[in-house]
């Protein structure tokens, strides 16, 4: 059925723009100020959303660190402290910090990496075949 597809292209679609919504400290902090966090459904919603963890629909996120942060949501002490501002700060700062070291050691990794595929520079044979 051509609807079925579209309505479940429309909620993948929906589904895949929330879940790395929840990479933004700053989003789970305008949740959890409002209330989202402490209501049931919303964290049955959180719950059933786990299925992002598989391979299958987890190569279509931009944004994987968000399935670190769904981990953590599903912790009611975790959620309790978003509605702290200075949580969601501290959560933004030590994410800055991972993709500031991640960059600098992937930068490094593909250089020597690079070093080592690069074929060793031979000197040439003393004496050319072709002067003789």
């Not at 723009?17 to 989003?27: D, H, K, R, T, W």
């Not at 209501?39 to 996120?61: S, V």
């Not at 959620?79 to 992937?106: G, M, P, T």
């Not at 690079?114 to 040439?124: L, V």
Request: hydrophobic share 35%; proline share 6%; charged share 25%.
């Amino acid at each position: 059925c051509l609807r079925g597809a579209e309505q479940a292209r429309n909620r993948f679609q929906s589904e895949l723009e929330f879940i790395q919504c929840l990479a933004n400290p700053n989003y789970l902090n305008f949740l959890a100020q409002r209330g989202f966090l402490r209501e049931r459904p919303f964290i049955n919603y959180l719950k059933y959303l786990l299925y992002w963890k598989e391979p299958e629909y987890a190569k279509f996120l931009k944004y994987p660190h968000c399935l670190h942060m769904l981990e953590l949501l599903q912790y009611e002490h975790f959620r309790k402290e978003l509605v702290n501002a200075q949580c969601a700060k501290f959560i933004d700062e030590q994410q800055l910090l991972h993709w500031q070291h991640y960059s600098r050691k992937r930068t490094r990794l593909q250089q020597a990496l690079a070093e080592q595929q690069q074929p060793q520079q031979q000197p040439p044979p003393h004496g050319n075949a072709a002067t003789k």
